[in-house]
């Protein structure tokens, strides 16, 4: 095989090695971020209707706004809902900048996302072209782009167990250049819609599912691998 072109079969399979991982955690966070029915059953535990004082219908409405903005379907937060008999606008400025940064970060993640898409399909096309053995190639990317992951997810799984907060805080001082993620939980309606509960609860989930789907992918790559069935071409 020429240099150049085990150059490319090798950043091929980085490629798919990086970006399948990628892909499937952002999909999770995908399905919960925009999943009212795990919102509403959260607002249940957390007794969000007392903390808030809004009625579940209003939760309800608020959240979708919140999630059409999220998805760039909104150009603003600006929505009126009934607290504690008064109606009244429901996020103040800063809630409303915290939430500017939010969309950035979410509409970024899933541009890459696509990105990731689009780099994997022409990776396998590469490999499919230059590889000897093309299936032994994807199979050892997808093993080891399930083993790194797994590994660190589990850690971050553990160190979210023992101190959520501390390493709560350390992500949004990463992905934040600012301090408006810091609400009053007394005053403001968004923080008191997704208390500390929350994140809590949708981080292990989503991790959980990561954990899971990543371990079924890298277990049914060894066993291919493993099997002998794979022929070379």
Known sequence: MKKENRTVLQISRLLLTVFLPFI??????????????????????????????????????????????????????????????EMREIFGDREKLHMIDVKQLFLKAFALRKLGFLLIAIALMAIYRLSNDPLRDIYKSVLWSGLVP????????????????KYFTHFHEIFFDNDLWLLDPEKEVLIQMVPLEFFIEISTKIFSWFLGIQLVLSA??????????IKSY
């Not at 797994?150 to 907060?165: E, K, P």
């Open 150 to 165: 797994l590994i660190f997810a589990l850690i971050l799984l553990i160190l979210m167990q023992i101190d959520f907060n």
């Open 24 to 85: 499937l955690l952002m999909t999770i966070l995908q399905f919960y971020t925009f999943n009212i029915d795990f919102y509403l059953s959260t607002y249940e535990k957390n007794n969000v209707q007392e903390s808030t004082g809004m009625g579940m219908r209003d939760l309800e409405r608020v959240t979708i706004k919140l999630m059409d903005y999220l998805k760039d379907r909104e150009e603003n937060l600006d929505i009126q809902a009934t607290i504690r008999g």
């Open 220 to 229: 049914a790559a060894y066993k291919m691998l493993r099997s002998g069935k």
